[in-house]
């Protein structure tokens, strides 16, 4: 049995902390966190520290009804801790926050450049579907269960990874295109 008291106190008080910075600091202008690390895209402190605390009750509650699992463990406290460093950094960055311009000035960049960009971005995605087929065949091949699982959750990672590229890929190939018709 693991002892979550000292993750609920550290969690408290990263929950006071967040609605200080929030009070103080007002919303970002774009979500502080990957979705990967939090469900939802907010642009405040306090909803993340939320989720954490909420997913911190519910493996407090499973472990009181003696329904957790040792490997629900593993992964929800690998998820608690990357997440609570994760606000720990916004709150040791916020003094370089304060100073970034509201709405960074975008450096046109030149036609050769996105040309570049286009190119590397299409090889990430030769590389990472590489990858993904990679791993795809090793879920098939491997034998325990929880290997498996953690296999699965590379895929659905690379997955993600491969659809933000793509996505990339389209934006680069549509300035692309318009630049060349304006000329």
């Known amino acids: ?62 472990q009181q009804t003696g329904k957790l699992l040792p490997e629900r463990t593993q992964h929800v406290c690998e998820k ?6 994760a606000v720990q950094r916004e709150f ?31 090889d990430w995605e030769r590389r990472l579907k590489s990858m993904l087929r990679d791993k795809e065949s090793l879920v098939n091949r491997c034998g325990s269960q929880f290997e498996q699982q953690q296999l699965q959750k590379e895929v659905l990672a690379l997955e993600g990874r491969i659809n933000r590229c793509q996505a990339a890929l389209i934006k680069l190939e549509d300035e692309i295109n318009r630049r060349e018709r304006k000329g």
């Open 92 to 122: 040791a960055t916020q003094h370089i926050r304060k100073n970034e311009p509201k709405q960074a000035i975008r450096k046109q960049r030149s036609i050769n450049q996105l040309y570049q960009d286009l190119n590397q971005h299409r």
């Open 80 to 85: 608690l801790v990357a997440q609570i460093h």
């Open 1 to 62: 049995m693991i002892d979550l008291s000292r993750l609920h106190s550290l969690v408290e008080q990263l929950q006071h902390q967040a609605a200080e910075t929030d009070r103080i600091r007002g919303e970002a202008s774009r979500p502080l966190f990957d979705q990967q690390l939090f469900r939802y895209r907010s642009k405040l402190l306090a909803p993340c520290v939320a989720e954490i605390a909420q997913e911190l009750a519910i493996l407090q509650k499973e």
